[in-house]
């Protein structure tokens, strides 16, 4: 199938893989029937892949309507992402909204362009929320930053509109419900830390612990009982090594930028787990 370029993430997500796609894609199985990604994220694998049959997921719901208002909205999104301005007090401003009682009451479209605009603005284009839920990254004080990508939102949004993409914003495991033979998995939780000042699990309020990580790898055995391919990635720490032992691990690098410490950002070791041959 060719691939049209034009297809590519919206947002930077927390660990994205546009660095790491030649190293994942080669991974990939040539040929399955259906495509499931249920921690989404920026979508960079699914954007490279173009596969006609798939589920998204993820448990961030903002995020979710971001690709809800893509597929459905469009052009009502880019209209509104042109009203935005890239300046500290109008970005705090909007930033404050999810502090407010009224935030529920704002459109999926307002809550949509929102969260991009946050994210093309904001330090290091770093989605972070607190305990609350609250986003609360700093402004980022980029001279030209590309808030309204016109060409990128309408192809996505073709790209959703012209296959079964099915979009669902749950808990990774009830979006794996009913998971059928001839599919393929592709698995980017959010990462087991390598260090406590590393410990980035921000992006949705409640974080993502070592008990989900237990509960991943339950439903990784799941799915290769029942022969369904998985490839997931996730850091080199020694308790995802031991914990996924006895399947196909290799080791990538990739340079992150999300540790607390700037003394400790940059290159690190990540595994990619398979159980295919």
């Not at 209209?79 to 500290?88: A, C, G, R, S």
């Not at 990462?191 to 992006?203: A, L």
């Amino acid at each position: 199938m060719k691939r049209n370029k034009l297809i590519a993430p919206i947002v930077k997500w927390v660990g994205g893989k546009r660095q790491l796609l030649s190293a994942i894609s080669a991974l990939v199985p040539k040929n399955y029937s259906y495509y499931h990604e249920p921690f989404f994220g920026g979508g960079a694998l699914l954007f490279h892949l173009q596969p006609k049959k798939a589920t998204i997921n993820d448990f961030n719901q903002e995020l979710i309507n971001v690709y809800q208002v893509i597929k459905e909205n469009p052009e009502e999104l880019i209209q509104d992402l042109k009203k935005h301005k890239n300046e500290p007090g109008y970005f705090y401003n909007l930033r404050a909204l999810d502090r407010n009682s009224n935030f529920d009451k704002l459109s999926k479209i307002k809550k949509a362009s929102r969260v991009i605009f946050l994210n093309k603005t904001c330090y290091n284009g770093l989605y972070r929320v607190n305990n609350a839920g609250e986003f609360n990254s700093p402004f980022g004080r980029y001279k030209n930053p590309n808030i309204v990508n016109e060409i990128t939102i309408r192809a996505v949004s073709k790209y959703f509109n012209n296959n079964d993409i099915n979009i669902l914003g749950t808990d990774f495991e009830k979006a794996m419900e009913g998971v059928k033979k001839g599919s393929f998995v592709y698995l980017d939780p959010p990462y087991h830390p390598i260090s406590e000042s590393s410990n980035f699990t921000g992006y949705v309020q409640g974080g993502f612990d070592m008990y989900d990580q237990v509960r991943l790898k339950d439903l990784c055995d799941r799915l290769n009982k029942n022969g369904i391919s998985f490839l997931l990635s996730n850091s080199a720490t020694q308790f995802i090594e031991d914990l996924y032992k006895e399947y196909n691990l290799i080791y990538v690098k990739a340079n992150r930028h999300i540790n607390s410490n700037p003394n400790k950002r940059g290159e690190i070791d990540e595994v990619l787990i398979y159980n295919y041959g």
